[in-house]
């Protein structure tokens, strides 16, 4: 067994894996001002609470997007596991082909998902991670990661609104029964939820415009259940383990090395 992390800006998400299926999760919330020492209790608790033995595990392995929790949820992680985790960053060895101008740009959570979609999905495909941001990224026929595409997430567009206009309120992130609506409140639900879906149809259409060709595409992140739904494009698979399970290939193949 091993534990993959996933850092990102709402959550950091802790799972205990085997054979590259996930046995448990841990959800917190990504918080800077936690300390490794909290983190490291509160992980420890929870799993020894489902039962896992957390020193038993082979090692570990941490993908991140919050530069300035990575060492403390490495710390932690050590803690608790007595294992010092790989970092998805220059030196691990990943197998992806990346096509950017700054290869180095490209997120861990975005690496780790490229490679577990290549193993297991027809390419081209394109990776659609909805969060703080909605996040799209491109692999080609061959592959290889050629570029991406970054937008406001709904959370991220309904607090803008909040803030922007003094009579809307804040709302939460929830499908309404009709897109046309009849209070400012359900309103603004059906324009962020529906005008999510509606982004994510009309991009995949550029994309396979531009790429001359169908893709596949594979959906997750916190936001993934509400929004692809709401999408008119009904071939978009949710799957929000491909991250995790990419982590786990990822370590094999550096553990291998």
């Known amino acids: 067994m091993i534990m993959t992390v996933d850092i990102s800006n709402t959550n950091v998400v802790f799972a205990v894996m085997d054979e590259g299926k996930t046995l448990s999760a841990v959800y917190l919330l990504s918080d800077r001002q936690r300390p490794a020492d909290e ?54 060895k990943t197998g992806l082909n990346i096509r950017l101008e700054d290869p180095a740009e490209l997120g861990g959570d975005f690496v780790a998902s490229a490679v577990a979609a290549i193993a297991e999905y027809k390419m081209p495909c394109v990776i659609i991670e909805i969060g703080t941001a909605i996040a799209m990224g491109i692999l080609d026929k061959s592959g290889n990661y050629i570029g991406g595409i970054i937008s406001p997430g709904p959370r991220v567009s309904q607090e803008a609104l909040a803030r922007g206009a003094a009579l809307l309120p804040n709302v939460s992130v929830t499908p309404t029964p009709q897109v046309i609506c009849k209070s400012t409140a359900t309103c603004m639900q059906s324009g962020i939820v529906n005008g999510s879906a509606a982004m994510i149809d009309g991009l995949l259409d550029r994309i396979e415009e531009e790429l001359g060709e169908k893709v596949n595409v594979v959906a997750a992140g916190d936001w993934a259940e509400t929004v692809i739904p709401r999408c008119k494009r009904k071939d978009i698979v949710i799957d929000n383990d491909i991250l995790m399970r990419g982590l786990w290939d990822i370590y094999k193949r550096n553990r291998r090395s």
């Open 39 to 92: 983190y490291a209790a509160l992980v420890g608790w929870a799993f020894q609470q489902r039962g896992y033995d957390l020193k038993k595990l082979e090692g570990a392995i941490i993908a991140s997007v919050v530069p300035s929790l990575t060492a403390t949820v490495k710390e932690a992680v050590h803690q608790v596991s007595g294992c010092a985790p790989f970092v998805i960053g220059p030196g691990v």
